[in-house]
């Protein structure tokens, strides 16, 4: 009986130390993980980054206007009138940048369910992300047409 129960015990010991795959395969996951929430913030970059752009020209473009039509305007000439600026109403996220977030968001989540890993999780987003902005631009493109 004593020889049964050491056999069973000495083959427990060995099957227990044999599965080390486990501990491989969770930090793999947990590097997926990480890779693919970076890669989501670096998107997310460089949404802001192109929203930030796009913010600047507008200024830009809005400071142009104002010098020309300051310039032009016959009662500036005759120096009798006062100006009143008005600051200009802040715009916010344009549908471009809407789309991007919001279809990474979307496809991220997605990715992951349909993928059931962190590399479904990031084509799902970066995918998303690009129907995403690519929609937003077809709707800014339709608005800018209407004003």
Known sequence: MKKVLC?????????????NN???????AK??????????NTVKQQTLD??????AKEAERRASQ??????????????????????????????????????????AVAGGIIGKDAKGAVIGGL???GTGAATGAIIDSKKKKKD
């Not at 192109?50 to 913010?55: G, P």
């Open 7 to 19: 056999i069973l015990c000495f083959g427990a010991v060995f099957t227990a130390c044999k599965n």
């Open 22 to 28: 486990s501990t491989d395969s969770i930090g793999a």
């Open 31 to 40: 590097q997926a993980t990480i890779d693919s929430i970076n890669t989501i």
């Open 50 to 55: 192109s929203v930030n752009t796009a913010k």
């Open 66 to 107: 104002a010098s020309r039509s300051t310039a032009s305007s016959p009662s500036a000439a005759s120096g009798s009138s006062t100006t009143t600026t008005t600051e200009p109403k802040k715009k916010g996220w344009s549908n471009t940048a809407k789309g991007a977030v919001i279809g990474a968001g979307t496809g």
């Open 127 to 129: 995918i998303g992300a």
